[in-house]
């Protein structure tokens, strides 16, 4: 038998969540935001429940050619534009479009040949200080690609540092309103913490979702998951695989950073940090084991955790727990709880899941 680990992928959430967005959009094409091989679930996992999106953004080029691989005809935005002018050659093969955000790259597109005019996204830094062209080089940027024979249409665009936060969007919004007044081109500014937060003011052409589409909340804790209405698509879950009885005293783990207070009955998990799952996840991490929540307990190590299965007395060798994502019988371990008690975001879990974990559509 295998190792009794796996991750799952959930076609029907991502349809569901990808609808959320667009429902939240207020009119706005949709970009699915696919970069990092769609946020660590595989892009060709994920693209049969994302065809739906008006486009596809990333910054890989090898991730862009996979698209088209699969069959992609529609719009596919390079989130940084081109690395090098040779990148452009392939701009024009696979007519993606590609982000515009410092002068080189114009000069690399000035010198380049092409029967087919390019599609680019002219950035401007709005304050996340980043990529993009000052609000002072921003008109001329524009002037100066609108003047190319390489260049088809020109849309506008930025990305909000704080949409997630209390600085919210207001400040950003009115540099980007006016860097680009009396400029024509479509706008595309909202990721997916403007497209829950501040859908009104950061209204627009096009909107570019990551993280709601993968099911979790970008500003977790002030909102879970289920008030933003999305559901998790990526379930890791593995089995307990020995069980141990600690007496008060008894420590668990490398470190012996946990120590039982009276009589324990441990699980020990077939997943650890080389599966993909945070080291830095400390004593109590939730977990569920068949359906029921418990947590961790001392130090995650390499191929396994423990965890508390006290208060579960039928839990055993086989028994089913989740990491995170979708548990049994409709239970579910919200992904930003986890990130949480590991103090960082769902983002980095997602992107981490280790290559020797085998994965499943489900
Ligand atoms: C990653 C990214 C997004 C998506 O952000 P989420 O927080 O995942 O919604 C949008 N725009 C740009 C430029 C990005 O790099």
Redesign the pocket.
Known sequence: MPRPIEALIHHDALVHNLAQARSRALGARV?A?V?ANA?GHGIERVYEALRGADGF?L?DLAEASALRQLGWRGPVLL??GCFEPRDLELCSRLNLWH?VHQDAQIDWLGRHKTQQPHRVFLKLNSGMNR?GFAPCAFRAAWTRLNALPQVDEISL?T?FSD??GAGGVAAQLATFERATEGLSGERCL????A?LRHAQAAAADWV???????GSA?DHPQHTAAHWGVRPTMTLRAQVIALQQLAPGDTVGYGNTFSAAQPMRIGVVACGYADGYPRHAGSGTPVLVDGMRTRTVGRVSMDMITVDLTALPQAGLGSEVTLWGQGPQGTVLPIDEVAASAQTVA?ELMCALAPRVPVRIA
């Open positions: 970009w935001v970069k946020y953004a910054l989130l940084e982000t990529l665009m990305h949409a997630d909202a990721n997916s913490a497209v570019r979702p990551g993280i709601m589409v993968y970008p983002y």
